[in-house]
């Protein structure tokens, strides 16, 4: 079984995440490329937050197709353009993925993506036992 762990030694996360993900032997991996706030059409929603919940629902769409859910999430890695929509970006988050699914995480503020109108980029990975 995937362990989720914050060592007692370190600092309380800062957010919907957990320090440290240990997955077992054997397990099944699944890598999700960077996901954009692009929708099923093509048509990329407007805002940080819309765009957002965009890209954490096209990362559950790419963890069905592969027979997983939120619960087997180990790690996101966020690429946001602009520091001031850390709060949109967490909003949408926990609308979209909830509190019970904390995997480790890093946030990266980057100058910008493959196109001026996105605003952030999500990759996640995922483990099955």
Not at 49 to 68: H, S, V
Not at 109 to 126: K, N, Q, Y
Request: glycine share 8%; charged share 25%; proline share 5%.
């Amino acid at each position: 079984m995937t362990e989720f762990v914050n060592p007692k030694e370190s600092f309380k996360p800062q957010g919907a995440y957990t320090h440290s993900v240990k997955v077992p032997a054997g397990a099944e991996w699944l890598v999700v490329s960077g996901q954009v706030g692009l929708d099923g059409k093509g048509k990329l929603q407007d805002g940080i937050r819309k765009q957002t919940e965009q890209a954490f629902k096209n990362i559950l769409a790419c963890l069905k197709a592969n027979g997983m859910t939120k619960k087997h999430l180990v790690k996101f890695t966020v690429y946001l353009t602009d520091p001031r929509s850390i709060d949109a970006y967490r909003a949408a988050r926990k609308k979209v993925i909830g509190d019970g699914a904390l995997p480790a995480s890093t946030l990266l503020i980057i100058d910008g993506l493959a196109s001026p109108d996105m605003l952030v980029e999500i990759e996640a990975t995922a483990a099955k036992a």
